[in-house]
């Protein structure tokens, strides 16, 4: 049957992964996460206004537990939970990219992303029904400021 | 045609990306009842409610059936089905040979005999349709009673009040959302729609439906002897498995159509998906309808790629729910009402009425089966994790998730690496 493959096609593309073994919980890619994601492009105006006046806040969270940390954000699943749950089509999966996309025009605030996906990647706005999701950096051409930010190369961006 | 499937719904979107994934070349029919491409049903509400416009409703771009190859047949309704031949026939009188098809019906309005409900003025709020009737009658009406406090329900009660109707729901069961909540998740809820002013009675039902002698709506006659004047009634119940049309084919049903763990009914190259379907449930093993918009688009999802030759296992519904009252978001998942005196269940419960916040966990065998969150919803995910995974919880694990700190690293380390950090992607 021409055409027809009876594997699974899977997406190749670049993720960030974090290793706990290098992680120090410093918090750096959180800020740069804000600041990428800033008006400003600046890290103080980024952490000092906008955070409190446009509730920017960051895609990454750092978990500690003891010695232990680390930093995680959207996996860009290749099935995603999120995708499955989402109401409005405000989240999707772009077949070119292989990226899990927001588009925050659609969404409605229901918040049954953030339910369903088990990555705890989805956060609530402070301040709008909408939600904060990592988007890769988008349009960022050195890729995500995160794994840049990163003083002990504990966050790669690559295909696996 | 390789492919057919019958229903425009999220569980049709669902097979097409199914599919997709797995055969990118033939041909895939799509036939519908509703006039529009797949629309977020749930969305229904928020445009009854004047929060969204008609431009909002689609769920995927308008290339997608293009760039999909998926031929669409709308304002068609299948009037049957020859398992035996493989072909299905419209109402139009075409009739279409399919190799694979898979039925995505959904649901229908559950409407109890209400002595007085035939006629003008009753409607339900299950569609598009429903929706452009109630807005348009919204203008004109001052009062309304909606039947059912679960979903469906609160949903079309808070959007009639938002275009300033008067409303009053009626819920038969002591609470409203008795399946989703608990008594404290449905006081404080309750307590939000109180105080926006929407009425909810619970322990009530209608009776019946008065009208005048020309047919007119009067009110509604309460279980309990009250009565309510209204201009309108929405029977807002719940839905029921669409299956008749399966049923009249010869293929097994139950509560809904029955099928296996690669969503096949009995029926030869016949899928089922979405809230027509009985499918595996994720906690229980057996099998159950449980009609939500996620279990709907994995259903589908699944059902396509095994409709397309793959061999996957539908991994089980999962019921969760995410609702928001006027601010005041909720969301539930799993099991949170464990069938009393089972001693294998563990409830851990987190109550703040000042702030209207309300956590309950639910363990069972040293697992976390289901919770309930109001007001603070932040770390739902991480919860999710711990249900959908079935991860066992150790004792330290499973004091920070009663403090309400669950996070990634109380999860194995294996699964943890595996998820996080792998060698390859998978
Ligand atoms: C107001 C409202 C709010 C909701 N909110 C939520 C929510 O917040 N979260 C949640 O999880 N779930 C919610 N739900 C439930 C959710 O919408 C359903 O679980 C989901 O839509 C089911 O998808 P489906 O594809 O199985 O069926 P449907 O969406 O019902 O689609 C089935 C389609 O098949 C068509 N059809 C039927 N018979 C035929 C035929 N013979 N031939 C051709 N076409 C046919 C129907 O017209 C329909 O378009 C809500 C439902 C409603 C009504
Ligand atoms: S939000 Fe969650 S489910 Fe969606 S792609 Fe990211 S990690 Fe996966
Ligand atoms: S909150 Fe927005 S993106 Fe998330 S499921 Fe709801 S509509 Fe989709």
Redesign the pocket.
């Known amino acids: 049957m021409p055409g027809v493959s009876h594997g699974i096609k899977e997406n190749t593309m670049k993720r960030v992964y974090p290793d706990k073994e290098y992680c120090i919980g410093c918090h750096l890619c959180e800020l740069a996460c804000i600041t990428a994601h800033s008006k400003s492009q600046d890290l103080i105006v980024a952490y000092r206004e906008e955070r409190g006046r446009d509730g920017l806040s960051s895609c990454k969270k750092v978990f500690e537990k003891g010695d232990i940390c680390v930093a995680i954000s959207?996996?860009?699943?290749d099935e995603?939970?999120?995708?499955a749950a989402c109401i409005s089509g405000g989240?999707y999966k772009d077949p070119e990219t292989g990226r899990?996309v927001y588009d925050r025009e659609k969404c409605v605030g229901c918040w049954s992303?953030l339910m369903?996906?088990?990555?705890g990647?989805?956060s609530r706005h402070p301040t709008e029904g909408k939600i904060v999701?990592?988007d890769l950096c988008e349009g960022r051409e050195e890729g995500p400021a995160c794994v840049a930010a990163c003083p002990n190369l504990a966050l790669k961006f690559e295909e696996r | 045609m390789k492919y057919v499937i019958i229903g425009n719904g999220i569980a049709s979107i669902g097979a097409i990306e199914g599919i997709r994934k797995v055969d990118t070349e033939n041909e895939i029919m799509v036939i519908g009842s509703e006039d529009s491409p797949a629309y977020g049903r749930p969305l229904i509400s928020y445009l009854l409610a004047g929060k969204i416009g008609p431009d909002r409703l689609a769920l995927r771009p308008q290339e997608f059936y293009k760039k999909s190859n998926v031929t669409l047949k709308l304002g068609t309704t299948v009037a049957g089905i020859d398992t035996k031949a493989r072909i299905v026939t419209t109402d139009k009188g075409e009739a279409v040979e399919f190799e694979n098809l898979l039925i995505a019906v959904g649901g229908i309005p559950f409407t109890p005999p209400i002595p007085g409900s035939d006629g003008a003025d009753v409607y339900n709020f299950t569609n598009l349709a429903h929706a452009q009737v109630l807005i348009s009658r919204a203008k004109e009406i001052k009062r309304a009673v909606v039947i059912g406090g679960g979903l469906i329900g609160l949903k079309a009660g808070e959007s009639l009040f938002d275009r300033g109707v008067d409303v009053t729901i009626l819920e038969l069961s002591p609470r409203i959302l008795s399946l989703a909540f608990d008594e404290n998740a449905a006081a404080l809820a309750g307590e939000r729609l109180a105080e926006v002013g929407l009425n909810v009675r619970c322990g009530v039902s209608a009776k019946e439906i008065q009208r005048d002698a020309e047919g007119n709506l009067k009110g509604v006659h309460l279980t309990d002897g009250d009565f309510l004047q209204t201009d309108v009634v929405v029977i807002a119940i719940g839905v029921v498995p669409n299956y008749n049309l399966a049923k009249d084919a010869g293929i097994a049903v139950d509560q809904g159509i029955k099928v296996n763990n690669h969503m096949k009914t009995s029926a030869g190259g016949v899928f089922a998906a979405g809230d027509v379907a009985q499918a595996k449930d994720l906690l229980f093993g057996e099998d159950r309808v449980i009609p939500i918009w996620t279990n709907a688009y994995n259903q589908g999802f699944c059902a396509g790629k095994n409709m397309a030759g793959a061999d996957i296992e539908f991994t089980g519904s999962l019921a969760m729910n995410s609702i928001s009252f006027y601010g005041l978001p909720t969301i539930s998942v799993g099991t949170v009402n464990p069938p009393e005196g089972d001693n294998s269940f563990e409830i851990a419960i987190n109550l703040d009425e000042k702030k209207k916040s309300y956590r309950k966990l639910v363990f069972q065998n040293d697992h976390l089966v289901g919770y309930v969150l109001v007001g603070d919803i932040d770390m739902a995910?991480m919860y999710t994790a711990f249900v959908k995974f079935k991860m066992a919880v150790r004792e330290d694990a499973k004091r920070q998730l009663m403090a309400g700190e669950p996070d990634v690293l109380l999860w194995p380390d294996d699964f943890f690496q595996e998820t996080w950090n792998p060698e390859t992607q998978s």
């Open positions: 959207c996996r860009h699943c995603p939970s999120c995708v989240l899990t992303c369903a996906c088990p990555y990647a989805i999701k990592c | 995910g």
